[in-house]
């Protein structure tokens, strides 16, 4: 079993961090038992006027849309959980802003990895306002003929399940703070590329578990947004692996490239950071490309 709560990156950790591995008898906060803090109130925010530092765990959050929507949050006074595979920009950014940032990192397929993200966040934020669920993979991209059915369950655990992971687990505090989970989709979702097959279907799945996230808990705005074509890492991977794409549709992706016309990651990053803030509940259950009149305000 993972060591609990991610100790190898916390130990390093300045104060207001955990000081070293949990002792064994260590109880983690009880999801079942124990509410959010009353401070956590947001009727205060209307009573004196002033913004309440929202609570907000961010996946994928060491480069490109997580990054630029992390970078935006800690910018207006939020506090964050933060995860990814990687340490290096997660332990930078909690160095630099301490009382704003907690981190876990991990794999988000394993077993508890939803449960020690979560668990981070009631631990040292008292709760949870938000979640993005923004991390995942492009790859395979072959053909439905071509590939195996190992690479697609491969890329569904890190696609869909544990996205659904994580958003079951944070349903009872969600409940507790009335907040939102926001999932990073895609155009696929709803269209369709050659050699996209197990991208896009995933993404799919995504769309169709915010809907019925919406249907099933009021208390909760579940919406799903599609950040159009954006200059990532998972950019730069199509270009290089999308040679089973029909030929012209590829090449619309590299000459975007070419002309620099892809979207920037602060772009998307800020639409989908305010909607985890301030999400209308109207939207829930719902799917929107980034450019959607019903997200205007968002782009402000």
């Known amino acids: 079993m993972p060591t609990p709560l991610s100790t190898q990156t916390m130990a390093a950790r300045r104060g207001g961090g955990l000081s070293g591995p949990p002792k064994p008898n260590k109880k983690y906060f009880d999801l079942e038992k124990e509410s959010a803090p009353s401070d956590r109130n947001l009727n205060k925010e209307i009573l004196t006027g ?3 530092p929202k609570a907000i765990i961010i996946t994928g959050a060491s480069r490109g849309i997580g990054l630029a929507a992390t970078e935006y949050l800690i910018e207006q006074g939020h506090k964050v959980v933060l995860v990814a595979r990687t340490e290096e ?3 930078e950014l909690a160095t630099e802003y301490p009382a704003q940032v907690e981190y876990v990192v991990t794999d988000l397929t394993l077993p508890d990895a939803a449960y020690k993200v979560v668990n981070t966040a009631m631990l040292h934020f008292g709760g949870i306002d938000a979640v993005i669920i923004n991390h995942g993979v492009l790859t395979p991209m072959t ?10 369950k491969a890329l569904y655990d890190a696609n869909f399940f544990s996205a659904l992971a994580l958003a079951k687990e944070s349903i009872r505090p969600l409940r507790q703070s009335k907040g939102n989970i926001i999932f990073t989709s895609s155009g696929a979702a709803t269209g369709a590329y ?4 197990a991208y896009g279907s995933s993404k799919a799945a995504m769309n169709s578990l915010a809907k019925h996230i919406g249907v099933e808990e009021p ?3 579940s919406v799903a947004i599609s950040p159009g074509r954006v200059d990532t890492d998972m950019q730069k991977e199509l270009r290089e692996k999308g040679q089973e794409m029909n030929q012209q549709e590829y090449a619309t992706f590299q000459q ?3 002309d620099g016309t892809l979207i920037k990651p602060e772009q998307a990053g800020r ?3 305010k909607l985890a803030v301030e999400a209308n509940h109207e939207l829930s259950g719902k799917y929107f490309r980034w450019d959607a009149a019903e997200l205007a305000e968002y782009r402000s």
């Open 50 to 52: 002033k913004m309440i």
């Open 89 to 91: 920009k997660l332990k």
């Open 143 to 152: 053909r439905v003929a071509n590939s195996s059915i190992e690479e697609w």
């Open 219 to 221: 208390d909760i705005t």
């Open 256 to 258: 975007a490239f070419v």
């Open 271 to 273: 639409i989908i950071a």
């Open 194 to 197: 050659a050699a996209w097959g």
